[in-house]
């Protein structure tokens, strides 16, 4: 059995509805996904939720139910949502489910026994009001805490901890030989920077039962639960785990698990999306805990940057969010899928604005890509009654260097400058049409056979952008096939290489496709 190529992204914690940022870094793996699918490859796109921990049984605690009414009834707003940006995920995990649970429990048995855990007493300032543990920097210049903490006392608590230093060094050179294992450079920069100057505390991986109830109790101890981390990592091999993935069921040996049957080779992973304020958990935690497992790392770690709106955080309590279902109804879904990766390249931070994104709308897909495909089909229409004439090759070289560069650049999963290469062919054959005139072509008889070649490498251009299109704008690709009377999606790459378009064949009814708006 060969190994998929496995993506995942961070689990989104169960604590409110989707905003854009959570929107933006699933539309990033599903864009990765469908492009080796198109490739190709077989892929394994897995997305979900981390439900468990303090924020989440405050939240149902506030809407006074239990835990898991709560997470149950919130998960399917978040599975929705999948579903309205058309996520192509395999899976989709939550931290809550069975299969997920008694895999971490039998990864801690394992590494319990082997030693890798130690108890300590940790003595810190605790806020009560917001139930968590307050830092010196938590402190306000006179010293005190602010007040929202309500009440700060000194406690003391047990815990369980997962020896981290004893593997700094290792970490340091595996970073410093695998360049690649953290995407942009910036970004592992700034984790190797982090570990050669500071010393690795060794990772708190529990809290007692008394305080935070809603987690995965630790088998070795029932007056404790997980605490975030070794819950939500795992999720990236509690799943191949799930559907039998040998690599992985090899680290918790003789425990019994669900395993479906499908028996899928995935692990490693060959990439995990991730924003950058978790990066510090997935390129220093993960690859510790993996390698006290025995467990192979995965290839990469793909960090984006964080969106802001008007300049500003997006944030619930401020207002300022983007609220991407609402987007998605006014302008529709690829309109939103194009914005985001348009805009802005996966590493830097962003900035959204509404004014920005009817721009966009505007100028590159209703007046770039939209009214290409519109007025070509429209011509073949009225012109040659909806058939495709003989081939010609006059746009062949332009499109074969961007189908070439669009391959490159979608392996190498830069997707924004994919579409910079995808629109200079939109911007060709736009040009194309201002230099040939076909309209003027159309009233001279004697120039037939030159409107024949100027269409028919009008409708291949779009048969061709329809595929380079297909994992970016998966409704607008397979409308521009219909429009060209071709049935199925253009989800295979291969089938970009011109000429591919049959003389003599009806096209369908031309359609816009990104009306215009005008206000
Ligand atoms: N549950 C953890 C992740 C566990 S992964 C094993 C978590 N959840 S989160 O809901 O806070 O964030 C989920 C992802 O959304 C993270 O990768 C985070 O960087 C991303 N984003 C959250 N807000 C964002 C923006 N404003 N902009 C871009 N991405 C942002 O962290």
Redesign the pocket.
């Known amino acids: 059995m060969s190994k998929r190529f496995y993506i995942t992204t961070?689990?989104?914690?169960l604590n409110g509805q989707p905003?854009?940022?959570?929107a933006?870094?699933k539309i990033i793996a599903d864009v990765i996904a469908r492009s080796r699918r198109s490739l190709g490859e077989e892929a394994f796109f897995l997305t979900g939720l981390?439900e468990h921990g303090q924020k989440v049984q405050q939240a149902a605690q506030a809407e006074k139910k239990n835990p898991q009414e709560y997470c149950d009834a919130l998960a399917a707003d978040w599975r929705a949502f999948a579903k309205k940006l058309e996520l192509t995920n395999d899976d989709f995990v939550r931290t809550t489910e069975p299969r997920h649970k008694e895999f971490v429990q039998a990864i801690l048995s394992k590494l319990h026994a082997a030693g890798q855990f130690y108890t300590a007493t940790y003595t810190g300032f605790y806020s009560a009001k917001e139930e968590t543990f307050l830092t010196e920097k938590d402190r306000r210049p006179d010293g005190t805490f602010d007040p929202s903490y309500g009440e700060v006392v000194e406690l003391k608590e047990d815990n369980y901890y997962f020896k981290l230093q004893a593997h700094q060094a290792w970490l340091i050179d595996y970073l410093e030989k695998n360049p690649a294992f953290v995407q942009p450079d910036y970004r592992r920069n700034e984790v190797l920077g982090f570990l050669k100057n500071h010393t690795l505390e060794d990772l708190c991986i529990s809290r007692p039962v008394a305080r935070l109830n809603w987690g995965i109790p630790l088998p070795f101890d029932p007056n404790f639960v997980t605490y975030v981390w070794f819950d939500?990592?795992v999720?990236?091999i509690s799943v191949p785990a799930a559907h039998g993935d040998e690599t992985v069921l090899c680290a918790p040996q003789g425990s019994k698990l669900r395993i479906q049957k499908s028996q899928l080779s995935l692990w490693p992973a060959d990439l995990h999306v991730?924003?950058?304020?978790?990066l510090k958990?997935h390129a220093v935690y993960w690859p510790i805990m993996l390698k006290a497992m025995g467990l192979p790392l995965p290839k990469q770690i793909l960090v984006?940057?964080?969106?802001?709106k008007d300049g500003a955080k997006?944030s619930k309590s401020t207002g300022n969010l983007v609220d991407p279902v609402a987007v998605i109804n006014e302008w529709g879904l690829d309109a939103f899928r194009f914005y985001v990766l348009r805009e802005l390249n996966i590493g830097p931070d962003g900035n959204w604005t509404d004014a920005g994104f009817r721009a966009r709308y505007q100028a590159e897909l209703a007046n770039g890509l939209g009214n290409l495909v519109n007025r070509s089909l429209s011509m073949l229409k009225r012109y040659r009654n909806g058939v495709v004439p003989a081939r010609s090759n006059e746009l062949a070289a332009d499109a074969e260097k961007i189908i070439a560069e669009t391959r490159a650049l979608l392996a190498a999963n830069q997707l924004q400058a994919a579409l910079l290469a995808i629109w200079s062919l939109v911007n060709r054959a736009n040009q194309y049409v201002d230099q040939t005139a076909p309209f003027r072509l159309a009233k001279d008889p004697a120039q037939a056979p030159r409107l024949d070649e100027v269409l028919y490498n009008l409708a291949e251009t779009c048969r061709v952008l329809a595929v380079l299109l297909w994992p970016f704008l998966p409704g607008t690709a397979t409308k521009i096939y219909a429009q060209l009377g071709l049935s199925g999606a253009p989800d295979q790459f291969s089938s970009a290489a011109w000429g591919q378009l049959q003389s003599g064949q009806p096209i369908g009814e031309p359609a816009p496709l990104f009306p215009r708006k005008d206000d």
């Open positions: 961070a689990i989104d914690y905003h854009l940022g959570h933006y870094e981390d939500a990592l999720n990236y991730i924003g950058k304020d978790i958990f984006h940057g964080w969106w802001q997006i």
